[in-house]
């Protein structure tokens, strides 16, 4: 059985090659051997014995599941993305980079309303960063992508509604472990080359 020490040693050398592999661009590889440092930080075992992480331990836990989250988006990986901030979250409430890159992943999986609150309270955070404001920009776009499909389809429903404020939700956002489930779908349209094919991520949560 390896000792607390051996143990962080063995996550630092994983995160530090991770780190390497990042930096080849090798998404998956470096996802990978971040996973590993989260596992030597065995955080299961300071949970089960209602002991806090150690702050060396802690940073590394902490740096892996923030790097972890970017290669998953890099890899365009939303759902993977979104788990390995969420974790980081939970560690650090005030991460901006969890907060950003879950923001992002939500953006992309559809959940535009929880992107909002994460990319709101980065920006709160850190208003002067341009990664934070860029990513806003973007879910503004998508907003407005949604509330023309929904017009389109809806015949003028929602012409009087904004979909997009510019004000928190008045509904706190759910601080509940409601698993999501993720359903994939693609399809080709048939007998028109000017429909484009679909390709995108049905997102369900499950509520007891």
Not at 65 to 85: F, I, T, V
């Amino acid at each position: 059985m390896m000792t607390a020490d051996e143990k962080l040693a063995e996550a630092s050398k994983q995160k530090q090659k991770g780190l390497e592999a990042y930096g080849k661009k090798d998404w998956a590889e470096a996802r990978s051997l971040f996973a590993e440092a989260i596992f030597y930080c065995d955080a299961a075992y300071y949970s089960r014995e209602n002991k806090a992480m150690p702050t060396d331990v802690g940073n590394i836990y902490l740096s892996a599941h923030l790097n972890a989250s970017q290669c998953a988006l890099n890899e365009k990986d939303w759902p993977g993305a979104c788990a390995y901030a969420t974790r980081a979250i939970k560690c650090v409430p005030d991460s901006v980079k969890g907060l950003y890159r879950r923001g992002v992943a939500r953006t992309h999986m559809g959940l535009l309303e929880e992107a909002r609150e994460d990319l709101k309270q980065a920006n709160t955070l850190d208003p002067k960063n341009k990664a934070v404001r860029s990513a806003w920009s973007d879910l503004r776009k998508k907003f407005s992508e949604q509330s023309k499909q929904q017009k389109k389809a809806f015949g003028g429903t929602f012409d009087k509604a904004s979909l997009f404020k510019d004000k928190p939700s008045s509904m706190p956002p759910s601080t509940t472990e409601n698993p999501y489930a993720y359903l994939r779908i693609r399809a080709t349209p048939r007998g028109s080359s000017e429909e484009q094919p679909f390709d995108g991520t049905v997102v369900l949560r499950v509520f007891a």
